[in-house]
């Protein structure tokens, strides 16, 4: 659908309010990371001295965002690419790994829900290779954490912080994840913890692809900081997309329009996903835009929405979107803005009304969007 199409249906389908009153307190993201903005390079073990596939560019960095901080307890030891957390493509990662379940995660054909960089921990490919020809577990376990920035909590409600990021997990022998939040400064707090003995309580299962969402009892807090940390040996993997901190916070002037989405943000059985559009203080009403690409270079829908509330984006197919929710004012201020990723996976890519079924109704929005000129 191009952006003709989108507008005709935009006019075929608007967005329905459900509810007008705004919000004293809106769910605002605190911080989101997708690993896409950092520069991929060529490999340089990985896919030459083991894997497969050969010199590739744009598959691989050393390199975090600004402000992360990453550690790992062997540097130098195994193949270069996994010496702990790194990021790498996604798709370049399955193929020159020889797949074994990774591509749930990062093919869109197989349902995946990553995309481009990925942070991948992964002590299978970790053990394949060693420049000085060590057996790279024979020196220790692979023991690597990454940290976020301070992610600022000034104005949070307490006990109202969301972490959720996109996560493939498959456990093997004494392969454990461990997920924590410290707060200005203070203690670690561990809020997750997974390993891969199937008697232990923590044992995770396979989990090669799914949205992890955790609430966090927050204190007042001028800051916090989370970190994932990945334990193991010739295990499998721990790979991470998508993280998103989110938290109550009170509404003034200058402040985003929060929201959050109804199911974990991925939408199954449905063409038509409600977002929940949370009050920005300030705001006349809001432009609701739905892109392919984070930057919104893509725009499928516009809408305008004339209040704070429950709205459902009408038919759209399968596939991975951007959702960004902009408040408007009467200076005509477009900065106050808020976006995320959300998933559609309806089995019915026909479904052109989102009802669940084909139908008439399907086949008249059809007619209507052809007969509209839209090819």
């Given at each position: 659908?191009?952006?003709?199409?989108?507008?005709?249906?935009?006019?075929?389908?608007?967005f329905?309010?459900?509810?007008?009153?705004a919000?004293?307190?809106?769910?605002?993201?605190?911080?989101?990371?997708?690993?896409?903005t950092?520069?991929?390079?060529?490999?340089?073990?990985?896919?030459i001295?083991?894997?497969?596939?050969?010199?590739?560019?744009?598959?691989?960095?050393?390199?975090?965002?600004?402000?992360?901080?990453?550690?790992?307890?062997?540097?130098g030891?195994?193949?270069?690419?996994?010496?702990?957390?790194?990021?790498?493509d996604?798709?370049?990662?399955?193929?020159?790994?020889?797949?074994?379940d990774?591509?749930?995660?990062?093919?869109?054909?197989?349902?995946g829900?990553?995309?481009?960089?990925?942070a991948?921990?992964?002590?299978?490919?970790?053990?394949?290779?060693?420049?000085?020809?060590?057996?790279?577990?024979?020196?220790g376990?692979?023991?690597?954490?990454?940290?976020?920035?301070?992610?600022?909590?000034?104005?949070?409600?307490?006990n109202?912080?969301?972490?959720?990021?996109?996560?493939?997990w498959?456990?093997?022998?004494?392969?454990?994840?461990?997920?924590?939040?410290?707060?200005?400064?203070?203690?670690?707090?561990?809020?997750?913890r997974?390993?891969?003995?199937d008697?232990?309580?923590?044992?995770?299962d396979?989990?090669?692809?799914?949205?992890?969402?955790?609430?966090?009892?927050?204190?007042?807090?001028s800051?916090?900081?989370v970190?994932?940390?990945?334990?193991?040996?010739?295990?499998?993997w721990?790979?991470?997309?998508?993280?998103?901190?989110?938290?109550?916070?009170?509404?003034t002037?200058?402040?985003?329009?929060?929201?959050?989405?109804?199911?974990?943000?991925?939408?199954?059985?449905?063409?038509?996903?409600?977002?929940?559009?949370g009050?920005?203080?300030?705001?006349?009403?809001?432009?609701?835009?739905?892109a392919?690409?984070?930057?919104?270079t893509?725009?499928?829908?516009s809408?305008?929405?004339?209040?704070?509330?429950?709205?459902?984006?009408?038919?759209?197919?399968?596939?991975?979107?951007?959702?960004?929710?902009?408040?408007?004012n009467?200076?005509?201020?477009?900065?106050s803005?808020?976006?995320?990723?959300?998933?559609?996976?309806?089995?019915n890519?026909?479904?052109?009304?989102?009802?669940?079924s084909?139908?008439?109704?399907?086949?008249?929005?059809?007619?209507q969007?052809?007969?509209?000129?839209?090819?």
């Amino acid at each position: 659908m191009n952006l003709n199409q989108s507008k005709n249906l935009s006019a075929l389908l608007l967005f329905c309010g459900l509810t007008a009153a705004a919000n004293a307190q809106s769910q605002q993201v605190l911080f989101f990371e997708n690993f896409d903005t950092i520069t991929l390079g060529q490999n340089v073990e990985e896919g030459i001295e083991t894997g497969s596939g050969g010199i590739m560019d744009q598959v691989w960095s050393p390199d975090f965002p600004a402000g992360w901080d990453v550690d790992f307890t062997l540097p130098g030891i195994g193949v270069q690419e996994w010496q702990g957390w790194h990021i790498a493509d996604g798709e370049w990662w399955n193929m020159t790994c020889g797949d074994q379940d990774r591509s749930d995660f990062v093919l869109s054909s197989e349902g995946g829900l990553s995309r481009g960089g990925v942070a991948i921990a992964d002590g299978d490919e970790w053990d394949d290779y060693d420049a000085n020809g060590l057996d790279p577990d024979a020196q220790g376990e692979m023991d690597t954490m990454m940290k976020t920035p301070v992610i600022d909590l000034a104005g949070v409600a307490e006990n109202s912080v969301n972490i959720s990021f996109f996560s493939s997990w498959r456990p093997e022998d004494s392969q454990t994840a461990v997920l924590e939040v410290r707060y200005d400064g203070g203690s670690w707090e561990e809020v997750l913890r997974w390993v891969s003995d199937d008697t232990d309580p923590n044992f995770k299962d396979d989990a090669t692809n799914e949205i992890v969402s955790l609430d966090i009892n927050n204190p007042a807090a001028s800051g916090m900081e989370v970190r994932f940390s990945y334990l193991g040996t010739d295990d499998w993997w721990w790979a991470i997309d998508s993280i998103q901190v989110s938290g109550e916070i009170e509404g003034t002037p200058d402040n985003a329009p929060g929201f959050n989405f109804i199911a974990a943000d991925v939408f199954n059985e449905t063409g038509r996903p409600v977002i929940n559009l949370g009050g920005a203080v300030g705001a006349d009403e809001y432009t609701v835009l739905l892109a392919k690409d984070a930057e919104f270079t893509d725009v499928r829908q516009s809408s305008t929405a004339t209040a704070a509330g429950d709205y459902m984006i009408p038919g759209i197919p399968n596939g991975i979107y951007w959702v960004k929710a902009i408040a408007n004012n009467d200076a005509g201020s477009r900065d106050s803005e808020n976006a995320i990723r959300i998933v559609v996976d309806n089995p019915n890519g026909i479904d052109f009304n989102g009802d669940g079924s084909l139908n008439f109704f399907d086949v008249s929005i059809f007619l209507q969007t052809f007969n509209a000129g839209c090819p």
